[in-house]
């Protein structure tokens, strides 16, 4: 089995951590970029070698360089980039503000960008490397109290999605990672944030509200058992462009997709008579 060098971000609790173990349960090395490196003192006491940690803010984007060029001098190369760090806010549009939506935006969508730019050179001298996006079933839907969030992973997902054809010619896979609900600390109290609640949306949203606040350690997902399918995905000759992980994931995601497809069934007759008549279709190069 060939050794990898891992960077994870958001590497504390949650995926991040079970992932951290079980790339060191593998004989790989793990850089784990967290924002408190005393949180992952255990693992730098057992893994002497193989792990380093790396005090990051994942919307930093100036220090995606630095965390880059550390674990190459530590590590020699960076095999897997796993861009997890990630929180959600609940509320409706009318709620959320400028400034916690571009919150949102800056860890969902431009980190994950300015990491994602440096670790390619090294990956594209190799000719390998894989890209894991920790999205969400909330990145390809949405409801009623979570525009913010689904608005940044959505945006994770197209660009990541464009970003893997560009460098599938040069060998590096890039994975996205749709969870449902996982045992993880994303529903706890001191992580999930609410906007105020306004008079107008009170009582739509009471129970997408009270569902968000009370799931916190009665999530189906194990994270542990995640973590493995990544883990032996990365080191597998095949990776899927997009994971629905969890049987809930798997449900929704799969009605998205079914109802999106009659919907455009359902109006393809109007939507074609939108072109010019006599028109041939235009010849793409995807």
């Known amino acids: ?35 408190r490196p005393d949180s992952m003192a255990d693992l730098a006491a057992e893994y002497p070698e193989a792990f380093m940690l790396a005090e990051f803010d994942a919307r930093d984007v100036s220090a995606a360089g630095a965390l880059v060029r550390g674990a190459v001098e530590r590590f020699g190369q960076v095999d897997v980039l796993v861009n997890n760090a990630g929180r959600a806010v609940v509320g409706a549009v009318e709620e959320v503000g400028d400034a916690q939506l571009r919150e949102l935006m800056d860890l969902h969508l ?51 999605e464009a970003l893997a054809g560009e460098v599938a010619p040069f060998g590096i896979r890039v994975m996205v990672v749709e969870p449902s609900r996982f ?38 997902g194990d994270p542990v058992r995640a973590a493995e399918i990544i883990v032996s995905l990365a080191h597998s000759d095949e990776v899927p462009l997009r ?21 455009v069934e359902q109006w393809a007759e109007v939507a074609r008579s939108a072109d010019f008549a006599g028109v041939p279709a235009a010849v793409r190069p995807v």
């Not at 990898?4 to 090395?29: C, M, P, V």
């Not at 609410?194 to 606040?213: G, H, I, Q, T, W």
């Open 183 to 220: 045992r993880t600390a994303f529903n706890a109290a001191d992580v999930l944030e609410f906007a105020e609640p306004s008079d107008v949306y009170r009582d739509a949203l009471a129970a997408v509200r009270a569902d968000m606040a009370g799931a916190d350690s009665r999530q189906e």
């Open 110 to 160: 431009f980190g994950p960008a300015a990491l994602v730019r440096a670790v390619l050179p090294g990956m594209r001298g190799r000719r390998s490397g894989t890209i894991v996006q920790m999205s969400s079933q909330g990145g390809r839907m949405s409801f009623p109290g979570v525009s913010a969030y689904s608005a940044s992973k959505f945006a994770l997902e197209g660009w990541s």
């Open 1 to 35: 089995m060939t050794t990898q060098t891992w960077i994870i971000t958001g590497a504390s609790r949650g995926f991040g951590r079970a992932l951290s173990e079980a790339a060191l349960a593998k004989g790989d090395n793990v850089v784990a970029a967290v924002r």
């Open 243 to 263: 994971l629905p992980l969890g049987r809930e994931a798997v449900e929704r995601i799969s009605g998205v997709y079914r109802r999106g497809l009659a919907e």
